[in-house]
């Protein structure tokens, strides 16, 4: 090492890269200043002083604009792996005595249903009540991200492709269709025939453009000569569903998740009817996290339960 590297760790106040991790996040020095309960020419110096000790710029500041550098991109990287380091600390550290105790963190898309998943879930809260737990909704790009910065225990997401270092096994599969609400001029019609959609305004997962994992999900509507431009977009399936039912568009939905509403009168299912996408929805996990022991033993249940009951059961039609 250059003696500039050698000097570098014992000269870096290391309060600074979390400082800096915040202001990125927060995309903002004032956002930042709110979020760690300080004021903002103290972010300033923090971001300036950090700056200074690395030789690079990080962030550009002018007004109403707001970038990372190169530079800032990767430090990034690396504050958020330190960060994840750094808080799984504490679960490390309880791995003593008889009985397991512990914290995971779980990132997971909206509405990740899987009665396979709760399954392991309950039985691993009923063998380990020490075992805390704390689940976080976000878009699968950044569950993605979250579980490379090695800042979460599990992610549950949907992928475009996998990832390059972090493990994915396909937790369950589902099967999409296409659903209006009960203000839709369909919704009543009987029968529902293919030519009945076309030119229909449609609302859309962020995720169904080109190269996203729901791409299938746009090919479908195509194949009803539905409108191509959505009048809704949402990446959480809820407010999807929300924007379906105060017809604002059709959309497509999982058709095991939409079960219960087409029960109670809330959606109808449109066609087609055959062919329908398939999505696999992943566990994702990274091998170079150190694992605590609470969450090598959940993993152990997760892997059992894929062993034990086969893909084709957890593929729900």
């Not at 000790?53 to 962030?59: A, V």
């Not at 792996?81 to 105790?101: D, K, Y």
């Amino acid at each position: 090492m250059r003696p500039y590297e050698q000097r570098f760790p014992w000269n870096l106040d290391w309060n600074l890269l979390r400082t800096f991790m915040v202001v990125v996040e927060q995309r903002g020095i004032s956002r930042a200043a709110d979020f760690l309960g300080l004021k903002q020419p103290t972010i300033s110096a923090a971001l300036k002083r950090l700056e200074d000790t690395t030789g690079h710029q990080l962030i550009v500041r002018k007004p109403n604009e707001f970038k990372v550098t190169r530079a800032g991109q990767l430090l990034y990287g690396e504050c958020s792996s330190i960060f994840g380091a750094v808080s799984q600390l504490p679960s490390l550290m309880e791995q003593t005595g008889s009985e397991i105790r512990g914290h995971i963190s779980i990132m997971t898309a909206s509405h990740v249903v899987s009665e396979h998943f709760d399954e392991a879930l309950s039985r691993f809260s009923e063998r380990h009540p020490k075992v805390s737990f704390a689940f976080t909704v976000a878009e699968s790009e950044e569950v993605v991200s979250r579980i490379n910065q090695n800042r979460a225990s599990f992610g549950l997401c949907l992928l475009h492709k996998k990832p390059a270092g972090l493990k994915a096994d396909i937790l369950y599969r589902e099967y999409f269709g296409l659903f209006c609400g009960p203000r839709h001029r369909l919704f009543a019609k009987d029968p529902i025939v293919l030519s009945d959609l076309e030119g229909e305004r449609i609302v859309s997962f962020q995720t169904e453009t080109e190269g996203g994992a729901l791409e299938p999900v746009t090919r479908l509507k195509l194949r009803t000569g539905m409108a191509t431009t959505w009048s809704g977009v949402s990446s959480n399936l809820l407010e999807l569903r929300r924007m379906i039912v105060a017809n604002v568009g059709i959309g497509g939905l999982p058709l095991h998740v939409a079960r219960r509403d087409v029960g109670l009168g809330l959606l109808r299912q449109l066609p087609p009817y055959d062919d329908l996408p398939m999505v696999d929805i992943f566990l994702l996990t990274n091998p170079r996290r150190k694992a605590s022991e609470a969450e090598t033993a959940l993993m152990g249940e997760f892997t059992a339960m894929m062993a034990k009951v086969p893909l084709e059961e957890r593929t729900y039609k």
